[in-house]
């Protein structure tokens, strides 16, 4: 972004819009949050009172069964089926037997959700139909069924269970109860199928109602549906209904439906807004910003476009551009004199590096003519003759890399004479570096220091100039086997300071160094170093080529 939206007007009117119309819709969408939860609170409370009638109607005709089955225990038809000998007392017991199923079949009629009474041994049951209650299993399923639940269940019961329980008879839902007396059970069962189909008395019926054995701690989802359970107190189990979202909220859909549409039209109004917003104001603002940062990188010759939108953004960008008109001028008139500066300086340079060379050479000649050495004397006059040629031929301070690497050589061959042979150049250049421009002496200010600080000449110099292309890069080597740099020297060339040498200030190295910097700036980089096994080792990275060097190198 070409703003922050902390500092910028821009930024901050659109954080305050967006805010603004965000909240506005947070404060519909937290309204239809509380009519919804108000509601189903409501109906909460409505459909928990309606579930508690019924689970209490339900627990008092099931403590009535219960407390029936209590009392018919204890009568004498029950006791002599519970307690007596059957193989025995056989006509008795047939007889009690035939007396309390027309007890039984009597008294279920006044219990209407009942639908079997049963009285099981290991030998016989006993079932008492209702006459008037519709049946979920026949006679047949129902004694199957009764006697898989009973024989598993036989041990270990008690002889009052404790409460109704919720399960499964031979595939359907019932609550049971039954007690044992002896190897005698004496039981009834409700069908849960039953149960449901008389919820239209408590206005139940146009909702899922069911039952769910009551374990302590058990959850159960149901989405945003709503679920009300109340435990029974008479059973195991607990009555549950469940009201779809989709009724629950029915009243409340138009009321949802409308402020939907508010929103959407706040959340499509915000881009649309924006937009316009965007065309009259940000895209100038933005024109503005964008065009500074350009001038503040140093592209001075931008100009800010017309704009049309605003008079006052028109305004602001004529005299921008006037103030920049200005700027541009003043700077074409600073780097004139700049570059003025740079060509004196550079002349300065060379006038400082060339004496030395010059003074050492004819100090060569001095000492050959004396000794009457005259061949050796034409051919240092040879050399001589092939450098200053390179030097006063009118070329400017770039020259080609292999022109270098010649002038090094001829001034390594005049220095030869002058030491007596123990001066030795290797040099490995590759042939496209050797067309690289480099600035003047760039190599020979080096060779030339290791020639006069590197050795006493008791033992052979080897000098090193190596240079290649490495992508954009040309890297230059120059190495020696002297004894390399005193430590002060070695600190001061790496930290760039001036080096003064018995009491002598040295100012080949600084020269070189500033006008690499001067035709590179960063680009140019210098490192200076001792190796390992002796001598000294220079290395110069530069740029391949720069605009201009090899029309100037020509």
């Not at 972004?1 to 119309?21: D, E, T, Y």
């Not at 209904?241 to 409340?252: A, D, G, N, Q, T």
């Not at 400017?396 to 001829?410: C, M, T």
């Not at 001067?518 to 990275?541: H, P, Q, T, W």
Request: aromatic residues 12%; hydrophobic residues 40%.
């Amino acid at each position: 972004m070409l703003f922050k939206i902390s500092k910028s007007f821009v930024g901050k009117m659109f954080l305050i819009i967006a805010v603004f119309i965000g909240m506005m819709a947070v404060m519909v969408f937290y309204c239809n949050l509380y009519a919804m939860w108000a509601i189903r609170e409501r109906a909460s409370d409505s459909y928990l009172s309606m579930g508690k009638y019924y689970t209490k109607d339900l627990d008092t005709k099931l403590y009535a069964i219960t407390e029936y089955m209590a009392g018919s225990s204890m009568e004498t038809d029950f006791h002599v089926i519970a307690y007596s000998d059957r193989q025995k007392m056989e006509d008795k017991y047939a007889l009690a037997k035939e007396a309390l199923y027309r007890s039984l079949s009597q008294d279920i009629l006044m219990y209407r959700p009942l639908e079997y009474f049963f009285i099981y041994t290991q030998e016989d049951m006993m079932l008492v139909p209702s006459a008037t209650q519709a049946r979920t299993l026949d006679s047949i399923d129902m004694t199957e069924g009764l006697r898989t639940l009973l024989s598993a269940g036989k041990e270990g019961k008690s002889r009052y269970n404790r409460q109704w329980e919720l399960g499964y008879i031979n595939g359907e839902r019932y609550l049971y109860r039954y007690l044992w007396f002896q190897d005698t059970c004496f039981g009834a069962c409700v069908s849960v199928k039953q149960l449901l189909e008389m919820l239209g008395e408590f206005s139940l019926s146009d909702y899922e109602v069911f039952f769910e054995a009551g374990e302590e701690g058990e959850e159960r989802t149901y989405g945003s549906d709503l679920l009300i359970r109340v435990p029974s107190e008479s059973g195991n189990f607990d009555v549950a209904i469940r009201v779809p979202s989709e009724r629950l909220y029915e009243e409340l859909r138009v009321v949802l439906y409308q402020s939907l549409f508010i929103i959407l039209f706040l959340i499509i109004l915000l881009p649309v807004f924006f937009r316009y917003l965007h065309r009259i104001m940000v895209r100038p603002i933005r024109s503005i910003v964008g065009t500074m940062r350009t001038v503040g990188d140093g592209a001075t010759y931008i100009r800010m476009p017309s704009m049309q939108n605003l008079s006052e953004f028109q305004l602001i960008g004529d005299t921008f551009n006037g103030m920049m008109d200005q700027m541009e001028q003043l700077k074409i008139d600073i780097y004139e004199k700049k570059i003025a500066e740079q060509e004196l300086y550079l002349q300065c340079s060379r006038l400082q590096i060339n004496p030395h060379f010059f003074l050492n050479s004819l100090n060569t000649l001095y000492l050959l003519n004396k000794r009457r050495e005259h061949a050796q004397m034409n051919q240092i006059l040879t050399y001589l003759l092939d450098y200053f040629r390179n030097i006063f031929s009118g070329k400017r301070d770039i020259v080609k890399l292999g022109d270098e690497v010649n002038l090094v050589l001829s001034y390594a061959a005049v220095q030869k004479f002058r030491y007596d042979g123990n001066i030795h150049i290797k040099y490995e250049v590759e042939k496209e570096a050797e067309e690289v421009p480099v600035p003047s002496m760039v190599m020979l200010t080096f060779v030339e220091n290791s020639i006069k600080y590197s050795t006493d000449y008791s033992e052979d110099l080897n000098i090193r100039l190596y240079a290649a292309l490495c992508g954009d890069r040309l890297k230059i080597q120059i190495e020696d086997n002297g004894r390399g740099f005193p430590e002060e020297i070695l600190q001061a060339l790496r930290e760039g300071k001036t080096i003064y040498r018995e009491g002598r200030e040295h100012i080949g190295i600084s020269n070189i160094v500033s006008r690499l910097n001067l035709y590179y700036g960063k680009e140019a980089a210098v490192s200076f170093d001792n190796m390992e096994e002796g001598g000294a080792r220079v290395r110069i990275e530069l740029p391949r080529r720069r605009d201009g060097d090899e029309a100037a190198a020509g």
